[in-house]
């Protein structure tokens, strides 16, 4: 078996992880007013567990992004992509001022993570549905072949209407796969409508729990937190895990929050100023 | 050819730790030589192809070398976007094999005819399109397909069919046709399990005296430039033969490639299934009687061509 060399699981720096969340909204609202891109509001609702994964959990190198022993982060949420970019550029896969590149002409850096193109994407996805099959396999190439990484995929709450989400939670249970995480970011919205509303997903920590998964909900801001549980993986359950994180769609800027016109919407120069304000970067 | 695969397949797992068994919960038994030696390599995946292909990818992105197989329309349609987006698009080394091309499973019903999936899947970037003729050539696909860096798609008919070559082949080649029957008057390009007929058809030829060229044209995508160049070039009359629909099968990638090559054509004639369900009961050589392919109904239009 070829152990990763796990960092010690020190107790998480919630102070530092909240600012770094802070900065990484914070570039993520400059990328979408430069490019006038959509999902900024699904971008930042996931802002603080891709902290929490990036800057705490993940056993990663980005020196060494195709090392077979490194945990893998696959972003199923696709369409969130600026957040895993912003997140990726930050932590040194690829050139910070690529981040100007972001849905440019001729770029890497599409409005979805693209395949076998970009250091530190896992999966190209877009796609809904798509990212926790992939990520079975890749837990399962890990049991065949001795190698003890972990594998975290980031879902939204809209993404659980897909069928292929439920065949894949049926399958990682029937296989074990203890060393798979889903996170669901449960920011109650979906692109036109609220999810529950739209197809019902509640109670949606029961439903995983019912397909076998050892599921709890946790607040999916509370940076620290999500640090700690994603950390424990694999935790003893001997069952996958979901984590049903309640989140606030637009999360961190008080015009945002909640306000679904912000998943297609783009902000104006005046408000990237406010937004910044707000999240304490100004 | 199915039992050949799973044979095949049993020996390839002995000599490569990468390969891994996926099926959707179909072939009780057939895979017991693979399952008994590699048990943690086996996975009845259950019915839930989408989330099957997707594993598959997973597995294929990190260096293993999956096989996913299951019925035809299962295998393919109901997945499709899991075989472009996970695999094609991702470059990932899946080989997907299918079992019941065509309307070898007539008796089935339209539910499990698979007349469209040769069109589907060629049309994906980064895929190749294997229809073998016999059991000897989806035991060389699937030995060519793990040396592969890329998808590949298997069509196989079912179990039982007529052996055609007489010993493995050792020189198989992805995108090279293998010339079966040598011949001056008419060339028949021939794909998967449509093979045993066409050489019936050129055996009714022969008897009027008709000489038939009978290629094995096993690999749709890519095409074999020189195999179609030649045939083109030589022969007053080319058929592309094939238990599929016109639209978007062999027939239709061969005349897509006189269109781009701009090739002089004398006569040239497409057998296939139509732009319809095959609704009505019955056992596939019922089924082929009604649509026109079997050996003596082909060698019949072809005389006809020529005359």
């Known amino acids: 078996m070829n152990v990763a060399v796990r960092k010690t699981a020190g107790q998480p720096d919630a102070g530092a992880l909240k600012l770094q969340a802070a900065r990484l909204r914070g570039k993520i609202i400059e990328m979408s007013h430069a490019a006038q891109a959509a999902h900024l509001a699904s971008s930042l609702s996931c802002a603080d567990v891709l902290t929490a994964a990036y800057w705490h959990v993940l056993n990663v190198d980005p020196k060494k992004p195709a090392d077979p022993l490194r945990d893998r982060f696959i972003l199923s949420k696709g369409h969130a992509a600026a957040a895993l970019y912003a997140t990726l550029a930050t932590k040194g896969y690829f050139p910070i001022e690529e981040l100007d590149t972001y849905c440019k002409d001729g770029g890497r850096l599409a409005e979805h993570p693209p395949a076998n193109l970009l250091p530190g994407v896992e999966a190209a996805t877009g796609s809904l549905g798509h990212g926790l099959p992939l990520g079975c396999g890749m837990a399962l190439s890990g049991r065949i072949k001795g190698e003890s990484f972990r594998v975290f995929a980031l879902l939204s709450d809209g993404e659980n209407n897909e069928g292929s989400v439920w065949e894949a939670a049926m399958f990682a249970a029937a296989q074990k796969l203890e060393n798979i995480c889903v996170i669901v970011d449960y920011n109650k919205w979906q692109a036109t409508a609220r999810s529950n509303e739209t197809l019902m997903l509640a109670p949606l920590r029961d439903k995983w729990a019912a397909f076998g998964w050892d599921a709890h909900e946790i607040d999916g801001h509370d940076v620290g937190a999500l640090a700690e549980a994603m950390q424990r993986i694999p935790n003893g359950s001997g069952k996958p895990v979901a984590l049903i994180a309640h989140t606030v769609k637009g999360k961190g800027v008080s015009f945002m929050e909640d306000d679904n016109n912000w998943h297609y919407r783009a902000p104006t120069a005046e408000e990237v100023v406010k937004a910044h304000k707000e999240l304490g970067l100004a | 050819m199915r039992n050949a695969f799973a044979d095949e397949l049993a020996k390839l797992g002995n000599e490569d730790a990468r390969v891994v068994m996926l099926s959707g919960d179909i072939g009780n038994r057939l895979f017991d030589k693979f399952k008994d030696k590699h048990p943690s390599r086996f996975f009845n995946c259950g019915v839930a192809e989408a989330n099957m292909m997707g594993v598959a990818a997973g597995m294929a992105m990190n260096g293993l070398r ?86 590949v798609y298997i069509r196989m008919g079912k179990k039982g069919e007529p052996v055609v070559h007489s010993a493995p082949i050792a020189d198989f080649k992805i995108g090279k046709a293998i010339t079966i029957a040598e011949g001056t008057d008419v060339c028949l390009l021939s794909t998967g399990n449509m093979l045993p007929e066409v050489i019936e058809a050129a055996h009714k030829l022969k008897e009027s005296g008709i000489s038939a060229k009978v290629v094995s044209f096993h690999t749709v995508k890519p095409l074999d430039d020189a195999c179609l160049k030649d045939a083109f070039a030589r022969f007053k009359l080319v058929a592309t033969l094939e238990e599929h629909s016109l639209i978007g099968g062999f027939g239709a990638a061969v005349s897509e490639w006189l269109a781009d090559t701009q090739t002089p054509v004398s006569k040239f004639l497409r057998f296939g299934t139509p732009d319809a369900f095959f609704k009505k009961s019955g056992e596939q050589e019922y089924a082929r009687e009604m649509l026109g392919l079997t050996g003596h109904q082909i060698a019949e239009k072809v005389r006809h061509a020529l005359a």
Not at chain 2, 69 to 74: A, K
């Open chain 2, 66 to 151: 999956p096989v996913a197989y299951t019925i035809t329309p299962f295998v393919t349609t109901r997945c499709l976007e899991q075989i472009r987006t996970d695999v094609c698009y991702h470059e990932a080394p899946v080989t997907i094999v299918a079992v019941g091309a065509g309307l070898a499973y007539s008796g089935l019903g339209p539910t499990h005819h698979a007349c469209e999936d040769i069109s589907f899947l060629r049309s994906i970037p980064n895929m190749v399109v294997i229809c073998p003729g016999d059991a000897f050539e989806v035991r060389a696909a699937l030995r060519a397909s793990m040396q592969q860096d890329r998808p």
